[in-house]
């Protein structure tokens, strides 16, 4: 991995010391500057307050979990970094629920809106998930894509990093067709300020 690493960062014009460890993360931000990837986010850090399927409501954020106030800072200081760092966003996309637009507002700006990223029930399979495999499949054309969604449905379609995905942390991953795509990593979300200096 270290030399994988290393190779790719001389490709990318840098200079590497083959015996420093590179920090957890850095190989998925790489990726992610260069483009290409899709880069799979949970949303930010959320209150304790829990939601009631039956009263919930996508146009109603007081029948949502919304971000803390620790959140809201996380993501603001996540879009500073994603800025600093040049990332060539094209699209981003996130589930309707208040928590993932607000963290898709603060980090990147902009953002689509798509039902297939929040999953009601705990029915993870069938045609949705099909779906958004189909979506992680899809191979980028130019830039990243960008989808903010929930823990369930996430692991649902990358059941490898089960375990991995704290509030906020996301993952790289490359597109190879239909439904066919490879983790390249999960980079917490204070990589990114690292990454970028930020803080």
């Given at each position: 991995?270290r030399?994988t690493?290393?190779?790719l960062l001389?490709?990318?014009?840098?200079?590497?010391?083959?015996?420093?460890?590179?920090?957890?993360?850095?190989?998925?931000?790489?990726?992610?500057?260069r483009g290409?990837?899709?880069?799979?986010?949970?949303h930010g850090?959320?209150?304790s307050?829990d939601?009631d399927e039956k009263?919930?409501?996508?146009?109603?954020?007081?029948?949502?979990?919304?971000?803390?106030?620790?959140?809201?800072?996380?993501?603001?200081?996540m879009g500073r970094?994603?800025?600093?760092?040049?990332?060539?966003i094209?699209?981003v996309i996130?589930?309707?629920m208040q928590?993932t637009?607000?963290?898709?507002?603060?980090?990147?700006g902009?953002?689509?809106l798509?039902s297939l990223?929040?999953?009601?029930?705990?029915d993870?399979?069938?045609?949705?998930?099909?779906?958004?495999?189909?979506?992680?499949g899809?191979?980028?054309?130019?830039?990243?894509r960008?989808?903010?969604?929930h823990?369930?449905?996430?692991?649902?379609?990358?059941p490898?990093?089960?375990?991995?995905?704290?509030?906020?942390?996301c993952?790289?991953?490359?597109?190879?067709?239909?439904?066919?795509?490879?983790?390249?990593?999960?980079?917490?979300w204070?990589?990114?300020?690292?990454?970028a200096q930020?803080?």
């Open positions: 991995m030399t690493l290393s190779i001389l490709f990318a014009g840098g200079t590497v010391d083959a015996g420093a460890q590179q920090p957890k993360g850095a190989l998925g931000i790489e990726a992610a500057r290409g990837v899709v880069v799979v986010c949970r850090i959320t209150d307050a939601e009263t919930l409501r996508y146009d109603d954020p007081s029948s949502q979990r919304r971000l803390s106030a620790e959140g809201e800072r996380q993501g603001a200081d970094a994603i800025r600093a760092l040049g990332l060539p094209t699209e996130a589930s309707p928590r637009t607000r963290t898709a507002e603060l980090a990147f902009q953002v689509r798509d990223w929040h999953t009601r029930g705990d993870y399979g069938g045609p949705r998930r099909q779906l958004r495999a189909e979506v992680l899809r191979p980028v054309e130019r830039g990243t960008v989808i903010i969604s823990i369930g449905t996430i692991y649902s379609v990358l490898s990093i089960t375990g991995e995905l704290d509030e906020g942390h993952v790289v991953i490359r597109p190879r067709g239909g439904t066919r795509y490879d983790v390249i990593e999960v980079v917490p204070p990589a990114w300020l690292q990454a930020v803080r």
